[in-house]
T-cell receptor, first 115, second 115 residues
């Protein structure tokens, strides 16, 4: 079985400050990891993914995430938050070794960037 | 190019009725996924198609739910004898290949309300 935990329902950060949205995962084998963002009244949009190789991955809108195998984490980060980053963020995992296509999503973390 | 489209955007029905939800994936995408998202939750996997066949339907909650993709493009999610608990946003996503590391592109969703 695979699972994702996003321990924070909401993260508040001042504009211009660095932000972190936390994600931990559990899979039987090795993971593919994804971050998606959901703006109000819009569909989920892909931000970035970890497949293999460099543990630090860079994605859209200046976001990045670091894969940490020993801590089974894939936290989303951005050096300087913008008010327009305020949205709902979802972490997702797929078991690379299981041969399955099922993607498991976390419950989401609401990011609020305060002007 | 056009993204994933879903129709209708909203559907209100009465308990016990039959509904069909349509998904039109990005042209050329061979993989298609259906998810259900309840309020305050992440997307919950329902079914995955590779081409015309349902490669994984392990997320369908019961036999009232069924999905087809007869020509390997448009897909229809069918719900029989709807119940109030079926109320949710139904999301469709597609990806270019069946490779496990490929990100998914989501449609805007269909909001189903069962009265």
């Amino acid at each position: 079985a695979q699972s994702v935990a996003q321990p924070e329902d909401q993260v508040n950060v001042a504009e211009g400050n660095p932000l972190t949205v936390k994600c931990t995962y559990s899979v039987s084998g090795n993971p593919y990891l994804f971050w998606y963002v959901q703006y109000p009244n819009r569909g989920l949009q892909f931000l970035l993914k970890y497949i293999t190789g460099d543990n630090l991955v860079k994605g859209s809108y200046g976001f990045e995430a670091e894969f940490n195998k020993s801590q089974t984490s894939f936290h989303l980060k951005k050096p300087s938050a913008l008010v327009s980053d305020s949205a709902l963020y979802f972490c997702a995992v797929r078991d690379r070794d299981g041969g399955y296509q099922k993607v498991t999503f976390g419950i989401g973390t609401k990011l609020q960037v305060i002007p | 190019g056009a993204g994933v489209s879903q129709t209708p955007s909203n559907k209100v029905t009465e308990k016990g009725k039959y509904v069909e939800l349509r998904c039109d994936p990005i042209s050329g995408h061979t993989a298609l996924y259906w998810y259900r998202q309840s309020l305050g939750q992440g997307p919950e996997f329902l079914i995955y198609f590779q081409g015309t066949g349902a490669a994984d339907d392990s997320g369908l909650p019961n036999d009232r739910f069924f999905a087809v993709r007869p020509e390997g493009s448009v897909s229809t999610l069918k719900i029989q004898r709807t119940e109030r608990g079926d109320s949710a946003v139904y999301l469709c996503a597609s990806s270019i290949l069946a490779g496990l590391g490929n990100e998914q592109f989501f449609g805007p969703g269909t909001r189903l309300t069962v009265l």
